[in-house]
């Protein structure tokens, strides 16, 4: 049941056959090849799960994305940060960057991803977020731009 948060095309039982295995991969190439009319397609289904599982220590917790007010990375780790309190997951912050909706975190810097929401202050080269200062990396800059336009 939970493969299904998961977007799987297939699943496949070992020992797999040849024919079994091209068959898995022309269902992947027919999901894919689909035409998506926009972003507008895939995001309400994303937005629409208000929480996430996160892998921490030896369990799966649940987190409220409401509650999430940014992610750090520590390498092959993940830091999140909440209104409870801190986690650390085993996650790379590239594939939570994938897996999150884009409508509600924006990724700022190599090492920061934020929760638009809670977003208090942008700076120049800083965001406040929850009283701390986390900085904006240059590559990021244009798109926080995009979202924020400097006005009055």
């Known amino acids: ?7 799987v095309v297939d699943y496949l039982v070992k020992p797999i056959s040849f024919e079994r295995f091209l068959q898995s991969v022309g269902k992947i190439y027919r999901f894919s090849s689909l035409p998506v009319m ?11 799960k208000d929480y996430q599982y996160f892998k921490v220590d030896k369990e799966m917790v649940k987190l409220d994305l409401d509650d999430i007010f940014w992610i750090e990375s520590l390498k092959d780790y993940v830091k999140i940060h909440t209104a409870n309190g801190t986690l650390v997951s085993y996650l790379r912050i590239s594939y939570l960057e994938e897996k999150l909706p884009a409508i509600r975190f924006l990724r700022i810097h190599k090492s920061y991803i934020v929760s638009l929401k809670h977003i208090q202050a942008i700076g120049a080269n800083y965001i406040r977020v929850n009283h701390q200062e986390l900085p904006v990396g240059r590559f990021y800059k244009a798109k926080l731009d995009e979202l924020f336009p400097k006005s009055i």
């Open 1 to 7: 049941m939970d493969s299904y948060e998961f977007d």
């Open 38 to 48: 926009s972003s507008e397609v895939t995001e309400p289904a994303h937005s629409l």
